[in-house]
């Protein structure tokens, strides 16, 4: 006889069994969506054989199931279509032990070779998929990364964590343990969604990352390059006639020229397009105030006409001056008062950056709330921040609107703290002085060796014999995804951080220090959300060995703590990478026994590295990681992640 809690654990194995098979089950989720919340009703019991005859049996009393399966969140559950299934098979399981790491996960996510497999092959998979055939391997195949996709997408490399063996100092370690098992929702179908304003302040930072500045002055006199032009509108030109001669074909390469000209062309017509649309609803939030000024004004000079006949009159002027009927005219203003108020709350930065979405925004008026408003005012000076550290020319534009031009605020982004409450960005600097009055910090790209210890070596290095592996291209080879990288990307076939290798020109993180406002000094807050297994950045500092000589510094940093400037990796040679007094924004990230990121290394061409990860970062929140037990433990001080689950608070 089974026990209470084994019936229960029992019915709810088979039901569990039941929705799993459904999950795998072919059938067309699609064709549910006009339902809104489809459900299926499963009602079964156990039965006992009582005699040689199979047909007769007896329920056993207690073991009757009744369950109702939500159809919607299996939907959501089912395995990957074959299309993502491909588009996943480069990130396949290798056969080591498996230590949690995340598998990188490109914002752009483009289809390479699997690991261990050509790009021949994984073009073959392609092409093969893309022709709808459904070989049994690919059957197969589609299994094992459902199977895979059913843990959360977070999928096990062959890296190993970073393990830190220094019992001497306080360290962080990787723990990668309690990642969430959400996925994302798949969009099944085109839907229509409002225009809100986390859209919106989205938008305008990606367009302040995008690395397209908005200089009216540049872009124009680039504009009025004419063989450019004349050359770009002309391209059959180029094109080989029938017959051609060999001298003619060393010209071939001429549409290639052509081509790459053309591509700077138009990434420059696109670059002034998008100035001028930012000119364009300045300018037109700017007509907003002059008409309202006007109204006010004849109000005052004529206060027997009401405000009504008054502000009828100023429009008829206006809709003739225009050639718009009176509607039409009417209509826009109510789209180019929204610019106005978008301008008036997150300030003109907000106007001059927010793209094409801001024209919906506006029509629909969806978010114009004063909740929403509050927080755009909020952003206002984080704003500024970014436009003018990153687009310095973009205050050029205001002259046109009779603003200054005057930049607010210099150097590099991150020598600004930003306040959540909207209150005036503060110099680093200044935030560290009370425990360093000699405070400095240079902000790098890449970590500097520490020459007095390494020489001319880098300690990074990791030989092409042991890992990673060269052939005869003498390309290195990814090991996690397999594929050959290079700085040049027309050879790279490695996509597995993107953001950060293998690509021509890389884009600022949409990322910002932040003043915390419970203690923990600054923070790093994502301005835009950063999926999954997506790089943040690379943790870069001073590559060095023994601090002993440091330790006064950091000591008196006081809410640095003296170990928390540096990671340690017992990777080959590396001893440390200290940001006491150089580095980058990893430098800010704080704990979180609930972290929403993660350290982990990579090996970039013959050199490790050690990158920053995404766990699934949204918008606006704080980015952090688990400083782990080793940081901790024996520590006299109290977490101030506030989570539910904070293992490292006092009030425990
Ligand atoms: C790498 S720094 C992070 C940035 C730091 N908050 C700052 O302002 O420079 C690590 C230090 O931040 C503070 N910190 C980070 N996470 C914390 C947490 N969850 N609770 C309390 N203090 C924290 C500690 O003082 C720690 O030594």
């Known amino acids: 006889m089974l026990s209470e809690e084994e019936t229960v654990v029992l019915r709810q194995q088979v039901a569990n069994a039941i929705a799993d098979q459904l999950t795998r089950a072919n059938i067309d989720w699609a064709s549910l969506d006009q339902f809104s919340e489809p459900s299926v009703h499963i009602e079964a019991e156990f039965r006992e054989r009582l005699g040689a005859s199979s047909a007769e049996r007896r329920p056993l009393s207690g073991l009757s199931i009744s369950q109702v399966i939500d159809l919607t969140s299996l939907k959501l559950a089912r395995p990957a279509s074959k299309q993502n299934a491909i588009g996943q098979r480069r990130y396949q399981r ?383 080879t990814c090991q996690d995804c397999a594929n050959e990288q290079s700085d040049d ?3 790279n076939c490695c996509y597995c951080f993107p953001s950060l290798f293998g690509y021509a020109t890389l884009t600022p993180p949409p990322v910002q220090v932040f003043r915390t406002p419970d203690g923990r000094n600054n923070g790093l807050i994502a301005l835009c959300a950063f999926e999954r297994g997506a790089a943040v950045g690379e943790f870069v500092g001073l590559i060095t060995k023994g601090l002993t000589r440091r330790r006064p510094h950091g000591e008196r940093t006081g809410c640095l703590t003296r170990w928390l400037l540096l990671i340690v990796a017992n990777i080959h040679l590396i001893d440390k990478i200290w940001q006491g007094r150089q580095g980058n924004f990893t430098r800010f990230v704080n704990h979180s026994c609930n972290a929403n990121a993660q350290y982990q290394r990579f090996t970039w061409l013959d050199t490790q590295r050690i990158i920053l990860v995404s766990k699934g970062i949204e918008a606006g929140t704080e980015i952090t990681v688990d400083y782990s037990d080793k940081y901790w433990r024996g520590l006299d001080k109290t977490c101030l992640c506030g989570k539910r689950n904070c293992r490292y608070s006092r009030s425990r």
């Open 489 to 491: 990307p027309k050879q």
């Open 94 to 476: 290798r056969s080591e032990p498996t230590s949690g790491t995340i598998v990188p996960l490109s914002r752009s996510c483009t289809p390479v070779a699997s690991h261990g497999a050509s790009n021949q092959a994984s073009h073959d998979h392609r092409k093969q998929d893309a022709m709808g055939e459904n070989s049994e391997t690919s059957d197969r195949e589609d299994t094992e990364n459902s199977s895979r996709m059913a843990i959360s997408g977070l999928r096990p490399s062959c890296c190993g964590m970073l393990v830190v063996e220094d019992n001497t100092q306080r360290q962080m370690e990787v723990v990668n343990e309690n990642f969430p098992k959400r996925r994302k929702a798949e969009v099944v179908g085109y839907a229509i969604k409002p225009s809100t304003m986390d859209k919106l302040i989205t938008g305008i930072w990606e367009q302040l990352h995008n690395g397209m500045g908005v200089d009216p002055v540049a872009i124009l006199g680039e504009l009025m390059t004419p063989s450019l032009i004349g050359d770009a509108i002309s391209p059959s030109l180029y094109l080989p006639r029938p017959g051609f001669s060999v001298s003619e074909m060393s010209t071939t390469s001429r549409p290639g020229r052509q081509f790459n000209d053309t591509t700077i062309f138009c990434r420059k017509v696109t670059q002034a397009s998008r100035t001028c649309r930012s000119v364009e609803v300045i300018v037109q939030a700017r007509w907003v105030e002059h008409f309202d000024t006007y109204v006010e004004h004849l109000r005052g000079s004529d206060p027997k006409t009401s405000s009504t006949k008054h502000r009828k009159a100023v429009l008829v002027e206006a809709s003739s001056a225009f050639g718009w009927s009176e509607k039409e005219l009417r209509n826009k203003i109510a789209i180019w008062r929204g610019y106005k108020e978008i301008k008036d709350a997150g300030g003109w930065a907000a106007l001059v950056f927010a793209g094409m979405g801001i024209y919906r925004f506006c029509k629909y008026r969806v978010g114009f709330d004063t909740e929403s408003m509050q927080r755009l005012r909020n952003l206002r000076p984080a704003l500024e921040v970014a436009a003018d550290t990153m687009n310095p020319s973009w205050r050029r534009l205001l002259s046109i609107v009779g603003e200054s031009p005057v930049t607010k605020y210099s150097g590099h982004p991150h020598d600004w703290v930003i306040c959540l409450d909207g209150a005036s960005p503060i110099p680093l600097r200044k935030t560290y002085l009370q425990w360093d009055p000699h405070f400095e910090y240079k902000h790098i790209e890449d970590s500097v060796i520490d020459q007095s210890i390494w020489g001319g070596n880098d300690p990074r290095w990791t030989s092409p014999f042991s890992q990673a592996l060269t052939r005869g291209s003498r390309l290195f």
